[in-house]
């Protein structure tokens, strides 16, 4: 059986693999290719979220689905950003993991199968295996921010996590379902996990340049909102006071 119809099983997917992409025309083509090598010997489907694309990777998708049966292109009429992308595909995903990576190339698929290990390896107390990223190919100036970032997240939301903005993640799906969902919500996934009552495992992966186009994200653009959405987490943390033990009542016995 090859990729395509380990994909199509019907039986229903091993792994939905997330991908959101905004103007990733040239980048998408490469990048599903590495995601069906990756995944070769397992059913899985890929669902690439078009967020408002205006480059043409609408069309580029239309063409590779016809004969990709395992891509399942979808199209926001604009964009959302990518926590909305993220979210789409959540919904519309089939498999009872779900591995999200980003559509810039950036992310390298062969680590997915690694990541899918490790979660399974943890058990079901185990919700989400997140990749952190080592030898980073951003500038001097965004590695510094980044760290800074994850540094101050990491002090307030207890996370454990060194670098929760990788794009490559490995998730029980039923557990996803039940994080509060808000923008910019794929950047604290670990702390939403924990807040959940699971634990998070850690993968190392390393960054890889894009081939085409640039970054759609700057230093300043997103400190603001990013600090917001910290506190709000924080908040959200706070306010859950136990996760309660949940077991079934059975009913007494009738009288003999």
């Known amino acids: 059986m090859n990729g395509t119809e380990l994909g199509m099983a019907a039986a229903g997917p091993e792994?939905?693999?997330?991908?959101?992409?905004?103007?990733?025309?040239?980048?998408?083509?490469?990048?599903?290719?590495?995601?069906?090598?990756?995944?070769?010997?397992r059913t899985f489907e890929v669902l690439v979220i078009d967020d408002g694309s205006t480059d043409g990777t609408d069309q580029v998708l239309a063409s590779y689905a016809a004969s990709h049966p395992w891509l399942r292109p979808l199209r926001h009429?604009?964009?959302?950003?990518?926590?909305?992308?993220?979210?789409?595909?959540l919904r519309h995903a089939r498999g009872s993991i779900v591995a999200t990576i980003d559509g810039d190339g950036e992310n390298n698929p062969a680590y997915i199968p690694e990541l899918m290990a490790a979660l399974e390896a943890g058990g079901p107390s185990v919700a989400l295996a997140a990749g952190q990223r080592v030898g980073r190919k951003a500038s001097r100036a965004k590695r510094i921010a980044s760290r800074l970032a994850n540094r101050l997240r990491g002090a307030l939301l207890k996370d454990n996590t060194r670098d929760s903005g990788c794009g490559l993640k490995a998730l029980r799906r039923?557990?996803?379902?039940?994080?509060?969902?808000?923008?910019?919500?794929?950047?604290?996934?670990?702390?939403?996990?924990?807040?959940?009552?699971?634990?998070?495992?850690?993968?190392?992966?390393?960054?890889?340049?894009?081939?085409?186009?640039?970054?759609?994200?700057?230093?300043?653009?997103?400190?603001?909102?990013?600090?917001?959405?910290?506190?709000?987490?924080?908040w959200l943390r706070r306010r859950r006071k136990s996760i309660p033990e949940v077991s079934a009542i059975e009913p007494a016995a009738g009288p003999r």
């Open 77 to 89: 009429a604009r964009s959302g950003g990518q926590s909305c992308a993220v979210r789409t595909g």
């Open 15 to 41: 792994v939905s693999v997330i991908v959101p992409a905004k103007d990733e025309r040239d980048n998408l083509p490469i990048l599903l290719d590495e995601i069906a090598d990756a995944l070769q010997g």
């Open 174 to 234: 039923e557990v996803f379902l039940q994080l509060p969902y808000f923008d910019s919500w794929h950047r604290f996934l670990p702390a939403l996990v924990i807040r959940e009552g699971y634990g998070v495992v850690h993968v190392d992966v390393l960054d890889r340049h894009r081939r085409h186009g640039t970054s759609k994200y700057g230093i300043f653009d997103r400190a603001l909102i990013g600090a917001l959405d910290l506190l709000g987490v924080w």
